[in-house]
């Protein structure tokens, strides 16, 4: 008798750390390493696509968490911002007028120019949750005129669990065969 199972799936957009592995502990990297890490990191602790609105508005309130989300967010940008400007050779004052005219913008399109210029595409980055994955998501067309993208559909099963949004985890290889 022949038993078939379902192939375990995974979200095709990935947690920036997937992507953009963590230093070592105690570990500097050079900025050429470092500078793509900060801005999927940036992207990560994004707020949209998160239970960030839920937590302000929902049934059960917790704007204290919400509102740490939103720092964590506006710090992990800092960062990338200010070690892009070091990495472009920047110091002092230059580098920190450069930084603040950039991470103030809340549409995160500095951002994203910068993160696509070190080779990071945001749109393969998936947001780290605050509480818990969202139990609805939409889904987006492909960017079009300018850049800009159009809502397609709102789907009501978490990411996770859209077909759509998944793939087959790849089967594991032993290094063997090359």
Known sequence: MTTE???E???KRRYAHELYPHAEEGQTRPLAVEVPYLYAQAHGLDIHET???DLLYG???RPRLAGERTTRMIEARRAAFLADAL???MT???AWAWVDARYWDYEGGA???RA???GVDPKVIRPYPILAERQKHDHWSEPGHHGWRTLVETANVPESECPTCTEPVPAATDGAAS
Request: proline fraction near 8%; glycine fraction near 8%.
């Open 5 to 7: 199972t379902t192939p």
């Open 87 to 89: 990495h472009q050779g």
């Open 111 to 113: 951002l994203w120019s």
């Open 59 to 61: 049934e059960q309130p």
């Open 116 to 118: 696509e210029h070190h």
């Open 9 to 11: 799936r995974r979200t």
């Open 92 to 94: 002092g004052d230059e």
């Open 51 to 53: 239970d960030w609105h």
